[in-house]
């Protein structure tokens, strides 16, 4: 056995803290196949690992980054061979199983999907954890009956991974886009990305009224909390939202009205464990219509000994769209 650099998360008397540190291969975890790990994508749940702000992580060691791209070096799945280019986003890696931040890692073969045509490693990990989940977000919209004709689509959190690339898509496919952020400056990148209104997420913030002037037809949320509730209470008769993120909170102060009053249907979205099926769905369509150029327009790139510091940035919301993490 080898030892390979990773990010390691440990937990003692003093608390938890993190190394960038040789890791020994035996260390690794059950699975059939061993990845050499190529990219990995910095995500907001990877902050809360790495500060321990949340106890996402369960087993100590861990090495945190929640998804990965790489190549098979090992396989006793017989759906992956040697030099295979795989994805994995969710299942607990990163939380519950050894993770990304890391230059190989062993997981269950059927946690994993086949880079999508047209997309480059990097640009499967530019779009990461948080572009899948804004695809699955829009699925689930169009799943409801919601087409640009509904009315205009709100995205929260609109600077971050998961706004950024739903902004994107969404641009994309013919919808108005109004993008909330509370972070000054940002009303050029937005509308670089394809948002036709800037919304100031003060708006959102405050006390929740049982219902509020309808103002959407469709919205994609990663805050939770007063600014879920808002979107609901201001969501027109038959729309949606698709709640996907907590940044801002698990609570959601809202009531029955948007619900019995005007249809508003509340669409939680989960990108942990999603099935096989549904999983290749949203990677083939990101690959076929998220457009490469605002996916660059977006995405920054480190080096995996640069992770560790960017824990307490992207829980502070000072990361802006994607970062791609670069190991080998």
Known sequence: MTAFKAWVVEKGEGGQSLAFEDFDEAGLMDGDVTVRVTHSGLNYKDGLAMTGRMP???RFPMIPGIDFCGVVETSDDPAWKPGDTVVLTGWGVGETHLGGFAERARVKGDWLVPLPDGLSPAQA??????????????????????????????VTGASGGVGSVAVSLLK???????????????????NGL???????????????????????????DAVGSKTLANLLAMAK????????GNAGGMDLPSSVAPFILRG?????????????????EAWARLAEELDLDALAAMTRTISLKDVGGLG?????????????????
């Open 56 to 58: 996402v992580v369960r």
């Open 237 to 244: 008769a038959g729309g949606a939202i698709a709640a996907c």
């Open 264 to 280: 508003v249907s509340l669409i939680g979205i989960n990108s942990v464990t999603t099935p096989q099926k549904p999983r290749r």
């Open 194 to 220: 394809g948002a036709a209104e800037i919304l100031d997420r003060a708006e959102l913030s405050g006390d929740p009224k049982p219902l509020a002037k309808e103002r959407w037809a469709a919205g994609i």
């Open 172 to 190: 994309r496919g013919g919808w108005h886009v109004i993008a909330a952020t509370g972070r000054d400056g940002e009303a050029d990148y937005l």
């Open 312 to 328: 307490e940035t992207i829980l502070a919301g000072q990361t802006r769209g994607r970062t791609v993490v670069e190991i080998g």
């Open 125 to 154: 990990m530019a779009i990461g954890t948080a572009g899948y989940t804004a695809m699955l977000s829009v699925i689930a919209l169009e799943k409801h009956g919601l087409t640009p004709q509904s009315g205009p689509a709100v």
